[in-house]
């Protein structure tokens, strides 16, 4: 009996193994449950449309400044009121000299119709008529002359009010009253309160994601606000390589001034970073086909980092079991 049982070890040894191995187990999923839209972003600010200085046109005493630093103002409104007495002079003798060349071009016009009536008669030589023409042409051109310079009087009288082009933020004051106003002296800085813009600086690389985004958001000191792509700058900055891109809000602007950054989700699909696998010197994905692990190199992948894959869009991505397989190997998912 003790002879028989080592013979039968030996016997049943060979059996074992010549038995084949098993297929590993992997886990699949459809690249679609498995794929991420990472998150762009980039800095931005909330620029109003118009920061404008407003200076002086003339040179006048401050007379009043109607807003400060942080208010508001309408559209219209009056900010600043320079000394009028010069200039309300300056109109009174404009009108008095547009008065007197009106009353001398009347005379000139009558005296011209009288000598026309007489040389028709033959009373009056053809010398004599052509200077009262002459006369008259003259005095007419005066009139316009004095009508310019009223006109220019009402607009330097009109130039000691300062208002506001727009609804306007006051952001600086430098107008004091008593002081002494020149033509450019800057009064008053003003941003537009209205008509706000978020200004970004996107990397080059990000442009397409960002146009192609469905939503886009400015995350600011004030919050996150929607925002919808205006305009892409032709020209890249030499300085920060970047490209100047301008986005319009949806709805309420945020605060002209603040700063934030610029949010948005890659509308490319990505490969999560951690499925990403490397057989020799290239990076990839194992997807599976008929219980077949195949391999498939992807050239823009980067340990380390999700990539973006819509050709895997129809494919089941390898993401259990995957780390000892080789191409083409035989496997089996869990039943």
Sequence with gaps: MRRILPLLVLVALPVL???????????????????????????????????????????????????????????????????????????????????????????????????????????????????????????????????????????????????????????????QVGELAAPGTPLMTLSEATRVEVAAQVPPRDIESLQGAREVRFAGSGGEFKVKLLRVSPAISREARTVDVRLAFADKPAAPGADGRLLWNDPQPHLPAELVSKRGSAFGVFVLENNVARFLPLPDAQEGRPVAAPQLADRRIVIEGRHGLADGQAVQTPK
């Design 17 to 175: 193994a010549q038995q084949p191995a098993q297929p590993p187990v992997v886990g699949a999923k459809t690249f679609k449950e498995v794929a991420l839209y990472p998150l762009r972003e980039a800095p931005a600010a909330a620029v109003s449309l118009n920061e404008s200085r407003l200076s002086a046109e003339i040179s006048a005493t401050v007379k009043e400044v109607a807003f400060d630093v942080g208010q508001v103002a309408p559209k219209g409104a009056v900010l600043i009121r320079l000394e009028t007495r010069d200039y309300a002079l300056g109109l009174a003798r404009a009108q008095a000299a547009l008065d007197s060349s009106r009353a001398r071009a009347k005379l000139a016009e009558q005296q011209l119709n009288r000598a026309r009536e007489l040389a028709k008669q033959n009373f009056y030589s053809a010398e004599a008529l052509t200077q009262k023409e002459t006369e008259f042409a003259v005095q007419r051109a005066q009139v316009r002359l004095d009508q310019a310079q009223l006109a220019q009087a009402q607009r330097n009288l009109e130039k000691c009010t300062l208002r506001a082009p727009f609804q306007a933020i006051v952001r600086s004051r430098q107008a």
